[in-house]
């Protein structure tokens, strides 16, 4: 597992489609969050340069954003907008404290269908 900071700066490459809703995300507390605000559709961070603010929802967006010194958060309040998956009680903390993971998907033969795989609570 790697950090978000570590991930979106380029100093590791976990693979994956980029946009935000390929990858899992954890808490150091170990709660599985989502990034952004609970009542959109999808996933997102935030990006402030002390006065104007941008929405980044893939990795090349929050990439270049934060190559061109932009902070994570908001000119109001730094830091990761997250909520705890399956609730809409949201909260900004420290890029620091994100883990990242890439969602791995399987095929099977007998349904025909793709499926996530590793969704347990398992992070190793």
């Known amino acids: 597992m790697h950090g978000l900071e ?12 980029g946009t935000l809703e390929g990858y899992r995300f954890l808490r150091q507390s170990a709660t599985e969050v989502r990034l952004g605000y609970a009542s959109a559709s999808r996933q997102s961070l935030s990006f402030s340069d002390g006065s104007s603010t941008e929405d980044a929802a ?6 270049a954003l934060y190559d061109r010194g932009w902070e994570f958060g908001t000119a ?4 990761v907008r997250v909520y705890a998956a399956g609730t809409r009680a949201e909260r900004m903390v ?16 007998l ?11 398992s992070w190793g």
């Open 58 to 63: 893939d990795l090349a967006t929050a990439r």
């Open 6 to 17: 570590e991930v979106v700066s380029g100093a590791f490459d976990i693979g994956g489609p």
């Open 94 to 109: 420290p890029a620091a404290e994100i883990l990242a993971r890439r969602i791995q998907w399987r095929y099977s033969r």
């Open 111 to 121: 349904t025909g269908a793709f499926s996530r795989w590793g969704r347990s609570s």
């Open 76 to 79: 109001q309040a730094r830091g």
